[in-house]
Nanobody
Framework: VQLVESGGGLVQPGGSLRLSCTAS????????MNWYRQPPGKEREWVAGIISAGEISAVGTLIYADFVKGRFTISRDNAKKTVYLQMNNLKPEDTAVYYC?????????????WGQGTQVTVSS
């Protein structure tokens, strides 16, 4: 199993970036997909999640941490096995390494995987 993030970089405050995470080696549509981030010197924190196709009643449900609501949008393309994080109106405090995290819809004991991370730096 491999999760590969891309799309990070240096952006000015108020700017936008779109992160991508492409999975291989797992039944992507059966996995809840999440984005986490780890700011410099701080703990890793959850950013956003999107429910797998296995949760019929909640398929596609999007959930966000309060500090990114209204600015970040998570989406997924099951055909491409890719999850995206569109980040708008970026702030210096959004500077972090962003990680993709996949959790099996049946529970983490059935599979959970991290990507290697991609650096996002928001600075003028």
């Amino acid at each position: 199993v491999q999760l590969v993030e891309s799309g990070g970089g240096l952006v000015q405050p108020g700017g936008s970036l779109r992160l991508s995470c492409t999975a291989s080696g797992l039944p992507f549509s059966s996995y809840h997909m999440n984005w986490y981030r780890q700011p410099p010197g701080k703990e890793r924190e959850w950013v956003a999640g999107i429910i797998s196709a296995g949760e019929i009643s909640a398929v596609g449900t999007l959930i966000y941490a309060d500090f990114v609501k209204g600015r970040f949008t998570i989406s997924r393309d099951n055909a491409k096995k890719t999850v995206y994080l569109q980040m708008n109106n970026l702030k210096p405090e959004d500077t972090a390494v962003y990680y993709c995290y996949a959790v099996n819809g049946l529970g983490s004991s059935h599979g959970k995987y991290w990507g290697q991370g991609t650096q996002v730096t928001v600075s003028s």
